[in-house]
């Protein structure tokens, strides 16, 4: 056992010391996370000015992002507090100091966590308009939609995302609308990216908090619902199961 929970606490100089250097250990991986992410700004910036139709070099930067974030900081994290824990060892503390000097690691996990979560939202939201408005310049509004057989005008929605058949008014001729691949695409990389962006906010308090778990998923999902009406239906069951499913546990 590292340390009995009998030893009474440690109130040395020594002691002391340790606690300012991990301290300052902590601090200074934060400081490193923030420096990172500084020097990714710029380039991350110019990939978003010049996103098409997708976001999958988004995920990818982020991918890498996490990996040096993080990924590499928590482990550094954990390596420190390995030290930090056989140091404390030699000197001899007590229980409830080892715990408090552990929690300060657990804090950072946490709040590097949640720095990122909120840093990968707000990347992806950005690149979601981005890519919105490329394919608002690209879709012409005005284009009519006309029947196959006798050229009348087709009542199609243009930000339609799945295909339908529609029996022309004219001449009862079905025709086949299939929407335009990044209209389809905005689901994923426009939509989806934005409805999280709208929740996000709610999803700390709901890893303790079944109201605030709901109002996430509300909030996700309606505007989902709003944004794609096609599909409003699929979400609504999503949304309402996962609403009053009370096994139904957020993932982080
Ligand atoms: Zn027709």
């Not at 000015?49 to 994290?77: M, R």
């Not at 086949?176 to 689901?187: K, M, N, Q």
Request: glycine residues 2%; charged residues 30%; hydrophobic residues 35%.
């Amino acid at each position: 056992m590292l340390s009995s929970i009998f030893k009474k606490d440690n109130h040395s100089d020594e002691f002391q010391k340790l606690i300012d250097r991990w301290d300052s250990f902590i601090e200074k991986l934060k400081e490193r996370y923030y420096e990172v992410l500084k020097q990714s700004e710029e380039p991350l910036n110019n990939v978003i000015e010049n996103l098409q139709f997708d976001n999958v070099i988004i995920h990818n930067v982020k991918t890498g992002l996490k990996n040096q974030t993080v990924e590499q900081l928590s482990e550094k994290a954990e390596e420190g507090w390995n030290k930090m824990q056989s140091e404390m060892e030699k000197i001899g503390v007590s229980w409830d100091q080892i715990n408090e000097q552990r929690n300060k690691l657990d804090h950072f996990k946490q709040w590097i966590d949640w720095q990122f979560g909120i840093f990968d939202v707000t990347t992806s939201g950005k690149a979601a308009r981005k890519i919105l408005d490329n394919v608002k310049k690209h879709i012409d509004d005005k284009k009519l939609h006309r029947c196959t057989q006798c050229a009348a005008e087709l009542p199609i929605k243009i930000y339609s995302f799945i295909s339908i058949n529609l029996k022309c008014d004219s001449c009862g001729s079905v025709n086949t609308y299939i929407p335009d691949d990044r209209i389809r695409a905005l689901e994923y990389y426009v939509l989806i990216p934005l409805a999280e962006e709208q929740a996000y906010p709610f999803k700390q308090k709901a890893k303790n908090d079944r109201e605030a778990q709901k109002q996430y998923f509300k909030t996700y999902y309606e505007f989902l619902m709003e944004n794609v009406p096609d599909k409003k239906e699929f979400y609504e069951r999503d949304m309402n199961e996962r609403i009053n499913n009370p096994f139904f546990k957020l993932s982080f």
